[in-house]
């Protein structure tokens, strides 16, 4: 069906043209330069100099980490699993982007040590909210003191239960199109569940970050055995010809895609 024109808020129309000619700066300098690295490694190990040097150098001049962030970034380094946590760069532009469209309610599906919650939770007015959403509240545990020390432990709502059970549950208490944001990392067999029910609660012109499209560059030839990948290309694949929204697939970190409801 045709995709509806000019139906997003100005603040979105704006944010989207601007990702769109960063994606297409970045496509023209990966072809001057075949050499550059897209994206960083979702670990500190980006900050030692291990990526592209003018990448590196993106990253010197771009990022603005709160204390707090850079004290739990290096707590979940040395976690065994501290690959899982979201780079530096993409949970700065997450945040950015709640900033941009005046988000006060964001859901969070995958929250681990807390480090993307308490980004976004930094830039949420004081009544705003992150209802994290995550199955595993040993990792939530390494985050909890320093969201506490940031001031902002009021407006992470965790809830420790499968994210389709929460979803649920705010569907069913009548806070559908109610969430200004909502952001999608955890399991992958389960992403367009999570996507389908985001969309039911996100308000028109709300976005719906969704993380790990790119799969390390597996989805280019998903194996038939590996359901993670089958399911993130399916999706993508579904994304592009949805007419309920506008997308933007970034290579940052190991790919995101921006979803803006229309």
């Given amino acids: 069906s045709e995709m509806p024109l000019l139906s997003v808020p100005k603040e979105v129309a704006v944010g989207t043209a601007m990702l769109g000619i960063a994606f297409a700066t970045g496509v023209l300098a ?10 960083t490694p979702k670990s500190s190990k980006s ?14 001049h771009s990022l603005r980490e709160h204390p707090i962030l850079k ?3 290096l707590l979940t380094a040395e976690h065994p699993w501290g690959r899982m946590m979201v780079s530096c760069d993409q949970a700065q532009l997450m945040a950015n982007l709640v900033k941009l469209i005046k988000a006060k309610k964001v859901i ?35 985050g909890k ?14 809830r420790i239960k499968p ?29 367009n569940e999570y996507y389908e029910k985001c969309l039911r609660l996100i308000k028109k012109g709300g976005i719906i970050a ?13 194996r ?8 993130i290309h399916r999706l993508n694949e579904k994304l592009l010809r949805d007419a309920r929204i506008s997308i933007s697939m970034l290579p940052m970190g190991d790919g995101v895609t921006l979803a803006f409801k229309l």
Avoid at 47 to 60: A, E, N, R, T, V
Avoid at 175 to 188: G, L, Q, R, S, V
Avoid at 224 to 231: E, F, H
């Fill in 30 to 39: 990966g072809k001057k330069y075949p050499s550059l690295v897209f994206g």
């Fill in 47 to 60: 900050f030692i100099g291990k990526s592209s040097p003018l990448w590196q150098y993106i990253l010197d």
């Fill in 71 to 73: 004290k739990l970034r």
């Fill in 108 to 142: 969070e599906i995958g929250v681990f040590t807390g480090y993307n919650a308490l980004n976004m939770a930094l830039v949420l007015p004081d009544n705003g909210r992150v209802i994290a959403c995550d199955i595993n509240e040993d990792y939530a545990k390494i």
């Fill in 145 to 158: 003191p320093l969201w506490k020390e940031a001031g902002v432990e009021h407006k992470i709502d965790l």
């Fill in 163 to 191: 994210a389709i059970q929460t979803l649920d549950e705010l569907l069913a208490s009548g806070e559908a199109e109610t969430f200004d944001f909502a952001f999608i990392d955890a399991d992958k067999e389960s992403y």
């Fill in 210 to 222: 969704i993380d790990n499209v790119l799969f390390s560059g597996k989805v280019l030839k998903p």
């Fill in 224 to 231: 038939k055995d590996d359901l993670a990948v089958q399911s």
